[in-house]
Structures are given as structure tokens and as C-alpha cells.
């Protein structure tokens, strides 16, 4: 099992740039597909954005194509998100997510992920 913590939310304007970071703990991390959802109020947990363990391998949700990236550093058990030209409907609270069973077509599901960080608030103004 691994431990995730999310920092980096804050409230941005539409057309700025944030990055998002996951700190992981744990033994498994370098083992771990990883991922960024996103929940809205009154919404589901949306994916954003997935890489596989080595990071060869990244997945994004068709709306953030081009604006985000998603990148990872396992010596420091880091998972990264970069957002730019951010647009009010990106406001949500931002979760990390990770799993050592992830396979591509699974790669967007919630529910297949084991550990969840506890979020991290973003808004966007217009």
C-alpha cells in the first residue's frame, strides 16, 4: 500500500498555470501506476490524467489534452500534474490515485484504484 498526499491547490485565474504534486510513501511506489482525477460538486470522480510506472506511458482525459501533463519522479516518489491555460470548468478538488494493477483499459476507472490521496482544491476564475 502506498501512502499519497496532494499539495499545490489554490485559486488561479482562467488562462494561468498550476502544478499539482502527489508525495508518495511507500515500498510499492516505483511498482504503481498513477493518476489524477478530479470531482466537481454534485459530480463523479472524473480521470484526468494516468502514467504508467515507469512513465513511458501517459493517458489523458480528451479535455485536458494539450493543456496538462502529467509526469512522475520515483527516486522521489513524486507524481506531478502540470495545468496550463486553466478554464473555470477545471475547478474541482484534484485527487491522486495509484495502483499496482492498473492495465491500459482500466487505466481511466476510479474504482480500480486502491490509494487515494485526501485532495486538493483548485478553482479557476473567470
Known amino acids: 500500500q502506498v501512502r499519497l498526499v496532494e499539495s499545490g491547490g489554490r485559486l488561479v485565474q482562467a488562462g494561468d498555470s498550476l502544478t499539482l504534486s502527489c508525495a508518495a510513501s511507500?515500498?510499492?511506489?516505483?511498482?504503481?501506476?498513477m493518476a489524477w482525477f478530479r470531482q466537481a460538486p454534485g459530480k463523479d470522480r472524473d480521470f484526468v490524467a494516468g502514467?504508467?510506472?515507469?512513465?513511458?506511458?501517459?493517458y489523458y482525459e480528451e479535455s485536458v489534452k494539450g493543456r496538462f501533463t502529467i509526469s512522475r519522479d520515483n527516486a522521489k516518489k513524486m507524481v506531478y500534474l502540470q495545468m496550463n491555460k486553466l478554464k473555470p470548468e477545471d475547478t474541482a478538488v484534484y485527487f491522486c490515485?495509484?495502483?499496482?494493477?492498473?492495465?491500459?483499459?482500466?487505466?481511466?476507472?476510479?474504482?480500480?484504484?486502491?490509494?487515494w490521496g485526501q485532495g486538493t482544491q483548485v478553482t479557476v476564475s473567470s
Open positions: 490515485a495509484g495502483d499496482g494493477g492498473i492495465t491500459v483499459d482500466i487505466v481511466r476507472v476510479a474504482k480500480e484504484y486502491e490509494d
Open positions: 511507500g515500498r510499492s511506489f516505483s511498482d504503481y501506476a
Open positions: 502514467i504508467n510506472w515507469n512513465g513511458v506511458n501517459t
